[in-house]
């Protein structure tokens, strides 16, 4: 997985495919070169540790660079023609490439991962917790958004609702700045600042505070490029696979039906079977021959409910290998069910339910009950 994200949000340096071509000016004798871009590469620069160095990137037919690009660069990144928003920002490339090729006459062909964006945003544009909203102006309002990268967060969004506890770090005024320049990372947090403006995005300030003014996430991300993306797409993952299991029906049902009757408050956490896992199920009927020729039988489990059940429906049963807990069946959960973990002090146990249905389908794997009483059971339920 993480070699395939990385090789499709790796771009080819396009800079050296440049041509050169005649401009004419009224007539030749006032004409000149001027350089043309390699055809459908876009303006983008690779981070350095001491400066954005501008390169011509090329997005290779061959990689999927949208599968694994995030919604906030869809939205904003000059990769994409089709964006729906007025902010355009850069490609910001890491130093090091994610592979370089060698050619006879060709050249080199070396293709880097996209680890930020990077342009000019309006002041209304930058988001940040509303307690940090500043109406101040000047250095002041820019020395207070620096505070805020060292210490906090800010992200960059256009037409943020105005709801929440977040909102615009500015609102525009005469004196400004309006107009921030931003290294900002594939979530839309805001990096680093490296320049800003007064009332137009052209009016770039001379202050000496507009060279770089860097937070330690332009550090880190400097010096650790690559590896810095592959956390962020393995946070952004681990994200993802936790909304997907959230709204599965099995852990949605285990999430409605969960109740403490005893009033333990029990710490609960919950798993998604995505393979078939083992658990300890206690026998405790009076026939447990019976009970076990019958699960046998029926391949399946009747769930606990009311107030036999008393943290929620749901088959009550062990950890694999758990001692001490009398006459069990060892029981194998397919895929598919939801497993919430119960722990209240040092002792721990599980409650399994299916997406659906009265009965949580098991197969039995081992079992300590002797084996005349599991032919007896079987006799009487055949």
């Known amino acids: 997985m993480d070699y395939e994200a990385i090789a499709s949000r790796s771009l080819l340096d396009a800079t050296l495919w440049a041509r050169q071509e005649w401009v004419t000016v009224g007539d030749n004798a006032h004409g000149g070169r001027s350089r043309v871009p390699f055809q459908n590469s ?24 949208e599968d694994f690009a995030t919604r906030w660069e869809k939205r904003y990144s000059l990769l994409f023609a089709n964006r729906s928003t007025t902010m355009s920002l850069a490609p910001v490339v890491d130093r090091s490439p994610f592979y370089a090729y060698d050619y006879p006459i060709v050249g080199k062909f070396a293709a880097y991962p996209v680890i930020g964006h990077y342009g000019i945003v309006p002041v209304e544009n930058i988001i940040v917790r509303r307690n940090f909203a500043t109406q101040n102006d000047r250095e002041e309002r820019v020395r207070e958004l620096q505070a805020i990268l060292d210490h906090d967060i800010a992200y960059v969004e256009e037409d943020y609702p105005n709801a929440g ?17 931003l290294l900002i990372d594939p979530e839309g947090q805001i990096l680093a600042i490296r320049g800003y403006g007064g009332s137009e995005p052209g009016l770039v300030s001379e202050d000496p505070l507009s060279y770089v003014i860097a937070g330690y996430g332009l550090v880190k991300l400097a010096t650790g490029g690559g590896r ?33 009757l005893q009033g333990k408050n029990p710490v609960r956490t919950v798993e998604l079977l995505t393979s078939p896992k083992i658990f300890r199920h206690s026998i405790t009927s009076e026939l447990k021959g019976v009970s076990y020729a019958r699960i046998e039988m029926e391949g399946a489990l009747r769930l606990s409910k009311g107030a036999a059940a008393h943290y929620g429906e749901g088959v ?18 397919a895929a ?8 209240v002090g040092a002792q721990s146990w599980v409650r399994i339910v299916p997406a659906q249905g009265a009965v949580l389908s098991v197969r039995i794997v081992a079992t300590n009950l002797p084996a005349e009483m599991i032919a007896m059971g079987r006799q009487l339920v055949r």
Do not use: C, M
């Open 316 to 333: 009550y049963a062990w950890h694999a290998g758990a001692t001490g807990v009398g006459t069990y069946i060892d029981i194998e959960v």
């Open 228 to 260: 810095v993306l592959l956390k962020l797409l393995a946070k952004r993952a681990a994200r993802k696979a936790a909304e997907k299991i959230a709204s599965h029906p099995a852990v949605v049902r285990l999430a409605k039906t969960a109740v403490d």
């Open 165 to 181: 506890d977040w909102g615009p770090f500015a609102r525009y005024n005469n004196l400004g700045p309006n107009y921030f320049e």
């Open 42 to 65: 876009v303006q983008g620069f690779q981070l350095l540790p001491s400066q954005l160095r501008p390169l011509d990137l090329y997005r290779s037919p061959s990689t999927k660079f």
């Open 336 to 343: 598919g069910a939801a497993v919430e973990t119960l722990k």
